[in-house]
């Protein structure tokens, strides 16, 4: 499988200009491309090749904008490639070729957002405490674990607050983790992160709640900046910088909690949560914009991908049960539903059998037992073999049986034949009605009027 493996990487002045330099000219040949592109859509004309594109935007414009001759090729052929594949992935979304949310076409790239450069190949070098890009030089990087093994490639990326990484994409094996026999439902939440289904819970750092009023500071300042000033880079550099800080709490904590729970138990079930969904619901129809704030402070969707990764990289069991389940309502006893419960209500004692629950550690268990209870019924349903109607004629030799479906089947058809002839019944009797002959004489005189 493949692992991208991330490191921070610390240019000096001479290689930032070199690296906006190679950033700008990826940015340039995928703008120009995408508006080419653009322009024969709008003609009635198809696509071109990612080998016409290259004819057109890097060999032939390096003829007359010498500046592109100034970076490395390799860039600008992986910007192309990646434009080629946005394409497709939009193309398989609308023939349905492509599973899952539907992909929307490429856009054009700014140079106020995160920026990329892609090398591939034998164009780069990894040494000791450096990594040689050509016409580039050697960048220091800061090894913060070892490789798994040699990578494809490499890709810079400068983001918002002006940091730069190296991101590396390796294969690796899975490694497989000792057995414990520990099976645990997690029931995420907004007041408690994750709950288990065992009764530990995993309080969430909340990053964005805990830097609201410094953001809001320095998002005021920097509105009252004029556009275009050095003033105001200065403070949206501040804004994305602390965005970042936010960004690297949250994910830290996730990843945390993800790698703990993996090397815990063998297996591990989530409720299918629509994340987005809630989300948009909460912003878009204002119904409970903080709840979708709150929401996308905790990272659930983030949580559940890092945790199915690490599952199969380790070799663990990872399992999501319907969102439809009633894990909140039900009894993890007896199984009594008590209905839909207000967010406020966090313990209820149920009133078939007087079991005190906690609401989140309840939904665990029940988050567990609603994978339990599956996992029985495909055991069954594969133990069980279909019959067809030829081993019903030739194999089964009891007449019981059969005289039971012959029984089952006359009664199916006096049912049919008795709706049958209620249908005419009530067809006569309507016909009847709408006559005026067959009416009193008071009708016959109103109808011959």
């Known amino acids: 499988m493949k692992a991208r493996y991330k490191y921070r990487i610390y240019p000096n002045h001479v290689q930032i200009q070199k690296l906006s330099q190679l950033f700008g000219c990826c940015r340039y040949v995928w703008n120009q491309s995408l508006a080419h592109c653009n322009q024969l859509y709008a ?100 090894w913060s674990r070892p490789l798994a093994s040699q990578p494809t490639s490499v890709t810079i ?86 965005h970042g800080k936010i960004k690297d709490m949250r994910t830290d904590f996730l990843h945390k909690l993800s790698t703990n729970l993996v090397r815990k138990y063998d297996t591990i079930v989530l409720e299918d949560l629509n994340v987005s969904g809630m989300v948009s619901y909460g912003m878009l129809r204002k119904r409970n914009p903080k709840l979708a704030k709150a929401i996308s402070d905790l990272g659930w969707r983030q949580f559940r991908t890092l945790t199915e990764a690490k599952c199969e990289k380790y070799g663990r069991e990872f399992r999501v049960i319907n969102r439809w389940e009633p894990t909140s309502q039900k009894c993890s006893c007896c199984g009594f539903k008590g209905g839909k419960k207000e967010l406020n209500v966090r313990e209820w004692t149920c009133i078939s059998c007087g079991t005190f629950h906690d609401r989140d550690v309840n939904a665990a268990v029940n988050i567990l037992n609603t994978l339990t209870a599956q996992t029985v019924v495909m055991s069954r349903e ?47 009797k309507q016909a009847s009605s709408n006559d005026v002959s067959t009416r009193p004489e008071s009708f016959k005189q109103r109808a011959s009027v």
Do not use: M
């Open 43 to 142: 003609d009635g004309i198809k696509k071109p090749s990612y080998t016409d594109l290259t004819k057109q935007f890097i060999t032939q414009a390096k003829r007359e904008l010498l500046w592109l001759k100034e970076v490395a090729s390799t860039p600008l052929q992986q910007s192309l490639k990646d434009l080629d594949q946005a394409y497709k992935n939009f193309f398989n979304s609308c023939t349905g070729k492509r599973k899952g949310i539907k992909v929307k076409p490429p856009k054009f790239k700014s140079r106020k957002s995160r920026q990329t450069a892609r090398f591939v190949g034998v164009n780069y070098q990894i040494n000791r405490d450096k990594i040689y890009l050509p016409k580039v030089g050697k960048i220091k990087i800061f």
């Open 157 to 242: 990326i400068r983001d918002s607050a002006h940091r730069y990484f190296a991101s590396f994409v390796v294969e690796t094996n899975a490694e497989f983790l000792p057995k414990t026999d520990n099976y645990i439902g997690i029931d995420l939440g907004i007041s408690t992160f994750a709950t288990l289904s065992n009764g530990e819970k995993y309080e969430a750092p909340k990053p964005l709640k805990q830097n609201l009023k410094k953001l809001a500071k320095f998002q005021r300042k920097l509105v009252k900046t004029q556009p275009g000033s050095k003033r105001r880079e200065r403070r949206r550099l501040k804004v994305a910088k602390l």
């Open 382 to 428: 594969a133990s069980l073999q279909p019959i067809t109607k030829v081993k019903k004629a030739v194999e089964l030799e009891n007449p019981v049986q059969l005289s039971l479906f012959n029984e089952v089947a006359e009664g199916q058809r006096s049912i049919i034949y008795r709706t049958r002839s209620s249908r005419k019944t009530r067809r006569k």
